[in-house]
C-alpha cells in the first residue's frame, strides 16, 4: 500500500525550511528518500532503518518513528536546487518499496 | 562507475507491438529492480532480481510482461501486445543485498509512448 506525503505541494523562497512528511499503515523496515527534478530519474538522498535513527544529507535530514510508521523530510535554509518532486519508498522488506505520489517543492530566488 | 543505464531512452510503438528494454546496473550490484512511473505518481515496483534470480513479481505485471536477467549481470524488460496504458517511464534501479548498500539507485528511465 502507498505512504501518503504530505503537503502535495510548498512553495519556498531561498533560506526557508520546509517538512514532508510520509506516513503508512503498514509496519515499516526502511524508508527511502529522492529527489526528482522534471524528466529526471529519482535521486536518492537517505535511507532510514528501523531503530529511529536521523540522517542528513548536507542541509537535508529525516527522521523515522516506526512506532507511528512515520518519516519526516527537513530542508533547513532551502537553496534553489532543492526544487523538485520528493518521493518517500517505504519497505516492509528492504527490497520491494511503495513509493508515495510526492511532494513538489519549488524554491524561489 | 557510470551509474546505472537504460537503453533505449524512448520509444514510441504502435498498440499491439511488442518492445523490449534493456537495463545495465551499476556493475557490483547484485539486486536490480523495475519500476514504472506514470505522470504525477511515484515509482510502481514491477520486480526484482536477487543475481538471476527473479525473487518477486507485483500483481501489476500482467502476463504480457516477462523481464530476465541472464547471468546477473544486465536485465531486459519484454511487453507483448502493448497496449496505450502501457505508456509510462520504465525505470530500472540497482542496489547491494546488505547494509550499507541497500539504496537503491535509478537509470534514466525509458519512456514508452503507445500510439
Known amino acids: 500500500q502507498q505512504p501518503v506525503q504530505s503537503p502535495q505541494a510548498v512553495i519556498l523562497r531561498e533560506g526557508e525550511d520546509a517538512v514532508i512528511n510520509c506516513s503508512s499503515s503498514?509496519?515499516?523496515?526502511?524508508v527511502h528518500w529522492y529527489r526528482q527534478k522534471h524528466g529526471e530519474a529519482p535521486v536518492f538522498l537517505m535511507i532510514l532503518l528501523k531503530g529511529g535513527e536521523q540522517k542528513g544529507h548536507e542541509k537535508i535530514s529525516a527522521s523515522f518513528n516506526e512506532k507511528k510508521q512515520q518519516s519526516s523530510l527537513y530542508l533547513t535554509a532551502s537553496q534553489l536546487s532543492y526544487s523538485g518532486t520528493y518521493f518517500c519508498?517505504?519497505?516492509?522488506?528492504?527490497?520491494?518499496?511503495?513509493f508515495g505520489a510526492g511532494t513538489t517543492v519549488t524554491v524561489r530566488a | 562507475d557510470t551509474g546505472v543505464s537504460q537503453n533505449p531512452r524512448h520509444k514510441i510503438t504502435k498498440r499491439g507491438q511488442n518492445v523490449t528494454f534493456r537495463c545495465d546496473p551499476i556493475?557490483?550490484?547484485?539486486?536490480l529492480y523495475w519500476y514504472r512511473q506514470t505522470l504525477g505518481q511515484g515509482p510502481e515496483f514491477l520486480t526484482y532480481?536477487?543475481?538471476?534470480?527473479?525473487?518477486?513479481k507485483s500483481r501489476l505485471l500482467s502476463d504480457r510482461f516477462s523481464a530476465e536477467r541472464p547471468k546477473g549481470s544486465f536485465s531486459t524488460l519484454e511487453i507483448q501486445r502493448t497496449e496505450q496504458g502501457d505508456s509510462a517511464m520504465y525505470l530500472c534501479a540497482s542496489s547491494l543485498d546488505r547494509y550499507p548498500g541497500l539504496e537503491q539507485y535509478f537509470g534514466p528511465g525509458t519512456r514508452l509512448t503507445v500510439t
Open positions: 519508498g517505504t519497505g516492509g522488506g528492504v527490497y520491494k518499496l511503495s
Open positions: 556493475s557490483e550490484h547484485n539486486r
Open positions: 532480481f536477487q543475481n538471476e534470480a527473479q525473487l518477486e
Open positions: 503498514k509496519a515499516l523496515y526502511s
